[in-house]
T-cell receptor, first 113, second 115 residues
Framework: DAGITQSPRHKVTETGTPVTLRCHQTENHRYMYWYRQDPGHGLRLIHYSYGVKDTDKGEVSDGYSVSRSKTEDFLLTLESATSSQTSVYFC????????????FGPGTRLLVL | AQKVTQAQTEISVVEKEDVTLDCVYETRDTTYYLFWYKQPPSGELVFLIRRNSFDEQNEISGRYSWNFQKSTSSFNFTITASQVVDSAVYFCALSGNTGFQKLVFGTGTRLLVSP
C-alpha cells in the first residue's frame, strides 16, 4: 500500500471558520491531488500539485486553497468553511501525470455546521 | 471533454453469482487510460486495474476480469462467484496522457452481495 496519511480523519466545524486538512506521503511522488467525494458526483478534483510550490486548480476549486512547501506534504485550506463544503476529502499521489495510477489516502470526513 | 458513465447505480446479487459492472467512456484522445477502483464500506479507495487504450486484451485476476472494447467505448468489470467481501462501491475512471490529465470518475456502482 502507498504510504499516504491524512489528518484529521474526522472533523466537525462551524460555518465561517478556517479549516486545514493535511496529506502526508512517504513515497516521494511528484504529483499530489485533493478530491472531494459527494453522493451522485463520484470524485471531483479540487487542486493538484506537480512539485514543491507548484499547484493548480481543478474543477471545483472555489473556496479552497492549497500549499506544498515540502514534497511529502500537501495542505488543503478552506478559508471560511460553508455547509456546501461538507464532504469526504481524499488526497491522492502519483509518480507522474497523464495516465499514471493515482493512489489514495484514507480520506477525511468533514462536517460543516 | 472526457466523461465516464456508470449507468448502474446499485446492483444486488446473492453470493456465488457472477456480476458485471458496466463502464462507458467518452474521449477524443487516441491515447488514454482506464482504471477501476473499489471503495469498501470502510471508505478507502483501492486501486484495482489500469489499462491503456492500445491494449485491448482482456485481463483476469483471480475472480476479477475486465473486458475492454474500444469499438463500444466500454471497459466492463466482471466478478465471478461473488462473495460478501465484494460488497463495495466500484468506480471507473479515465485519464488522457498529454500534459496534465486529470482523472475523471464515473459516479460509481454500489454492489451488494448477500449471503
Amino acid at each position: 500500500d502507498a504510504g499516504i496519511t491524512q489528518s484529521p480523519r474526522h472533523k466537525v466545524t462551524e460555518t465561517g471558520t478556517p479549516v486545514t486538512l493535511r496529506c502526508h506521503q512517504t513515497e516521494n511522488h511528484r504529483y499530489m491531488y485533493w478530491y472531494r467525494q459527494d453522493p451522485g458526483h463520484g470524485l471531483r478534483l479540487i487542486h493538484y500539485s506537480y512539485g514543491v510550490k507548484d499547484t493548480d486548480k481543478g474543477e471545483v476549486s472555489d473556496g479552497y486553497s492549497v500549499s506544498r512547501s515540502k514534497t511529502e506534504d500537501f495542505l488543503l485550506t478552506l478559508e471560511s468553511a460553508t455547509s456546501s463544503q461538507t464532504s469526504v476529502y481524499f488526497c491522492a499521489i502519483s509518480e507522474g501525470h497523464g495516465g499514471e495510477t493515482q493512489y489514495f489516502g484514507p480520506g477525511t470526513r468533514l462536517l460543516v455546521l | 471533454a472526457q466523461k465516464v458513465t456508470q449507468a448502474q447505480t446499485e446492483i444486488s446479487v446473492v453470493e456465488k453469482e457472477d456480476v458485471t459492472l458496466d463502464c462507458v467512456y467518452e474521449t477524443r484522445d487516441t491515447t488514454y487510460y482506464l482504471f477501476w477502483y473499489k471503495q469498501p464500506p470502510s471508505g478507502e479507495l483501492v486501486f484495482l486495474i489500469r489499462r491503456n487504450s492500445f491494449d485491448e486484451q482482456n485481463e483476469i485476476s483471480g475472480r476479477y476480469s475486465w473486458n475492454f472494447q474500444k469499438s463500444t467505448s466500454s471497459f466492463n468489470f466482471t466478478i465471478t462467484a461473488s462473495q460478501v467481501v465484494d460488497s463495495a462501491v466500484y468506480f471507473c475512471a479515465l485519464s488522457g496522457n498529454t500534459g496534465f490529465q486529470k482523472l475523471v470518475f464515473g459516479t460509481g456502482t454500489r454492489l451488494l452481495v448477500s449471503p
